[in-house]
């Protein structure tokens, strides 16, 4: 797999049938390994040991309804109090992020009302910070650490 913009980190992984699993730490499972898997673990681990985020505030793949349709988000980071944090949309490194990632996420945030959003794709990395109340964001250089 392609080298990407996170530190290094090491992962399990498993062949079985002639495909290549990578071992979710937030799952605790085996999954099979895409260019976007690659990514999403990844951001897991930045997520975990950069930003000190607890394993038991993340939550990865989880299907969630925006005007009954459903939808899948990447990657969820709560609260403590069970209001979300931050949703992360991971896209394959060969995908470009442009105006469509962009809408996706936002779409998200209406009906999870997230307070960082993070777009990414390996390569570059986009965040920002909502301002649900006056329906604003801003650009930042990076997500907060996490603080208890």
Known sequence: ???LNFPTYSFRFKNSENKVSIFDVIRKKYVILQPEEWVRQHCVHY???EKKYPKSLINVEKTLTINT???RYDIVVFNTDGSIF???ECKAPKIVL???TFDQ???YNLALNASFLMVTNGLNHYYCQMDIK???YQFLKDIPDYKE
């Open 1 to 3: 797999m392609q080298k």
């Open 47 to 49: 997520l975990i040991e």
């Open 69 to 71: 349709l459903k939808k």
């Open 86 to 88: 931050l949703i992360v």
């Open 98 to 100: 442009k105006q469509d």
């Open 105 to 107: 996420i936002a779409r």
């Open 134 to 136: 006056n329906k604003r």
